[in-house]
């Protein structure tokens, strides 16, 4: 029974052709001759030439790390956050960094500033269209933002610097940036809650809003600065051009009867 299966498969057309493709192969097939081999001299200079190719790859590399990632890739860098980190970071903004390991976080990127620099702008934007006519400030509120964020990192960057801090200028943009969510939670506040005609109420809000992102922006400098002296001139002035900045803004753009430099207009 076995051998007539056996001569079943060996007659059919599957092992026929693989029967054919062993004897084509066994019958091309032959031995190496020995002066077909590489010499051995050959053999170790392709082994010392490959060694110095790796060498010369491992040194690039160990340059490009030591020179560390370029501006354009340090820069993109902090526009990579994932969306749902983004309430965490506000929400760690108003905490001083002494509630646990992640108040003490300084997050570093430009999605958040940039989102309360924007979301300020249109706040600022609306409430400056509905001033009285004669209390309107002929200087636009995307200036006064433009000064502040320039001016602002600048300043602290420099006091940081002469007080020997090892915050960055990315650190210290990130910081200022994401204190901007005091002033866009109390200015919110008072537009929807008051309309901006109480200023007991802008001064309640802005005490515990303001005051809580002044504190986390003073207790970090206080961290990262080692020279006493500097510690109180470096926090004093960030803390006040913060709440100055903040008190300016409301005033000058929301207030509806408010004058800039003028005496208080009353309403019709």
Do not use: Q
Not at 204 to 210: I, K, N, R, W
């Amino acid at each position: 029974m076995n051998d007539r299966v056996i001569e079943k498969l060996a007659e059919s057309y599957p092992f026929r052709r693989a029967a054919k493709w062993a004897v084509y192969f066994i019958h091309k097939a032959r031995a190496i001759k020995p002066e077909e081999l590489i010499p051995e001299d050959k053999v170790k200079n392709l082994g010392s030439k490959l060694e110095e190719r790796l060498k010369n790859i491992a040194e690039d590399l160990a340059k490009k790390n030591k020179n560390g990632p370029s501006l354009s890739t340090r820069i993109l860098s902090n526009f990579r956050v994932v969306p749902w980190e983004l309430p965490k970071r506000i929400f760690t903004s108003f905490l001083p960094p002494i509630f646990g390991e992640n108040s003490r976080k300084v997050y570093v990127d430009f999605v958040g500033p940039l989102l309360a620099v924007v979301l300020l702008w249109s706040i600022l934007t609306s409430g400056h269209y509905d001033k009285h006519p004669k209390a309107m400030l002929e200087t636009p509120p995307v200036l006064s933002l433009a000064y502040y964020c320039l001016a602002m990192p600048s300043l602290c960057l420099f006091l940081a610097k002469v007080g020997n801090s090892n915050l960055t200028l990315p650190e210290i943009v990130a910081l200022l940036g994401y204190g901007l969510y005091g002033h866009l939670a109390t200015i919110f506040l008072c537009y929807l809650f008051s309309m901006e005609s109480s200023n007991f109420f802008f001064f309640t809000v802005m005490t515990f809003f303001c005051g809580l992102s002044a504190l986390r922006l003073v207790i970090v400098l206080l961290m990262t600065i080692p020279k006493p002296a500097a510690r109180l001139i470096v926090c004093s002035i960030a803390a006040t051009f913060h709440i100055l900045f903040l008190v300016h803004i409301h005033f000058s753009y929301m207030h509806k009867t408010f004058v800039y430099g003028g005496s208080k207009i009353s309403p019709k």
